[in-house]
């Protein structure tokens, strides 16, 4: 059964918040100046604006949390994919960002 109403009141913790910031930065770098990403990069720059604030809960919008969750998930598969096809340093470093991206997944987006 579906869900009437959800919620999109966030407490990150503060290394969430930090590797958060980082995600929205890079997002932002590699679609930056390309005016068909017009949508995401205000997405990414309002979610930057709310992770900077000191408050403890993080209020999203739906379009929000959405494209996070998306980004985040595509995120995932590519590391999961390089792992596989990588050596054991590569891996090594990769691994580390996957299970931290795997648990933001796991304790604030799963459905």
């Known amino acids: 059964m579906k869900k009437l109403f959800t919620n999109y009141n966030f407490e990150f913790n503060k290394n969430e918040k930090k590797i958060l910031k980082t995600f929205c930065n890079q997002n932002l770098k590699q679609i930056q100046g390309d005016n068909k990403y017009f949508a995401e990069i205000k997405v990414f720059n309002s979610l930057l604006e709310k992770l900077a604030s000191d408050s ?40 580390s960002m996957y299970t931290q991206y795997e648990n933001i997944l796991d304790n604030h987006f799963k459905d």
């Open 56 to 95: 403890e809960i993080i209020k999203l919008t739906k379009d929000e949390r959405t494209r996070l969750k998306f980004s985040i998930e595509k995120n995932v598969e590519f590391l999961e994919k390089e792992m596989k096809k990588s050596w054991f340093l590569k891996r090594w470093l990769y691994r």
